[in-house]
């Protein structure tokens, strides 16, 4: 079992910056797939930046650029650092972690955080 836990959300105004950090607890962590994903009101979830166990990364084209995935396994923690935020960026992001790293692209994982709102003002 692993619990996933988002924090760092905000309001931040259009050019602004945040990070949002997710606890994940489980001692097999760092050999996860884990990522973030949003969802807008009115739109479907979408994968924004994922990392491998062996740290390789992606990033959705909207983000390249200016947000930034990294972990620290010792902590246990996967970090999203979100700079030149937008307006657009406005969502609830929630982490998430599955052993496979295709499924965790499609969406599937099978570890869900509860979620934190971001909300960029114009």
């Known amino acids: 079992q692993v619990r996933l836990v988002e924090s760092g959300g905000g309001s931040v105004q259009a050019g602004g910056s945040l990070r949002l950090p997710c606890v994940a607890f489980r001692s097999t962590y760092s050999h996860d797939s884990i990522g973030w994903f949003r969802q807008a009101p009115g739109k479907g979830r979408e994968g924004v930046a994922l990392?491998?166990?062996?740290?390789?990364?992606w990033y959705a084209d909207s983000v390249k650029g200016r947000f930034t995935i990294s972990k620290d396994n010792a902590k246990n923690t996967l970090y999203l650092e979100m700079n030149s935020l937008k307006f657009e960026d406005t969502a609830m992001y929630y982490c998430a972690a599955d052993s496979n790293w295709y499924t965790l692209r499609a969406g599937n994982a099978r570890y869900w955080g509860q979620g934190t709102q971001v909300t960029v003002s114009a």
């Open positions: 990392i491998d166990g062996d740290g390789v990364d």
